[in-house]
């Protein structure tokens, strides 16, 4: 009985026989074949000048990378170590170049200067064209406007104590929790932007507890506090001024 269903499953006629010899035939010249197919490779060719060409402005872009690199870094350590009290209105040209600036902000400076224009107060040098806010900011703190001509009437009294006493122009001082924009913007460093966010600073917290706090200000740089700490005075809080 087990031999007879054996014998169904594995006996094939003559037919089925030939049909899987021709089977087993393809898969063996599909298999053999392809290693008898010589394999065709894609050759390569390098033109060596224009290699060499390429080579070379890559070196050079990266050489001159790099010593762009250096140049800058000189640059600014040259920049933060120039700096030093110096009038805008009577500034040499290699005065302003000690000061780190490039030839044609001098340039824009002196057109001003020669067109009868004057800086009044140290803020007044934000305004020249090309002058970076960065470079604006480390230059005001040393900026002292120590003569005012004739144009100048706005500064009568400043003028007459130069003239008389051949001093630099002094800061009144602020009350740093009732002073306005305005009396924030008269101080050196200190313009327009700086004058109305110490106020709006002041506001939010209520009213500054010390001196020391108005260097919390954004944007207030430490050379800028240290320049017009001189001139606050803290008599009392936000709150009580405006209780009065």
Known sequence: MIKSIWKDYFTFSK???????????????????????????????????????????????????????????????????????????????????????SDKVIQTIFNYRNKGGYFKVPADIRKVYGLSSTDAERLVPYIRIASFNNKQKSYPQEKRDDENNHAPRSYKKIEINTATADEWKSL????????NRIVKFRNAIGGFKSVDQVRKTYGLSDSTFKAIMPYLVLTGSLGDSMKK
């Open 15 to 101: 037919k089925e026989r030939n049909a899987v010899f021709i089977l087993l035939t393809i898969l063996a010249v599909t298999i053999v074949v392809p290693y008898f197919i010589p394999e065709k490779k894609l050759r390569i060719t390098i033109d060596e000048d224009l290699q060499q060409q390429l080579d070379q402005y890559l070196a050079k872009r990266s050489s001159v990378a790099i010593r762009d690199s250096v140049v800058d870094s000189v640059a600014a350590v040259e920049r933060s170590s120039a700096l030093f009290e110096f009038d805008p209105n009577t500034l040499s040209k290699e005065g302003f170049k000690k000061l780190g600036l």
């Open 188 to 195: 050196p460093g200190i313009g327009e932007i700086l004058g």
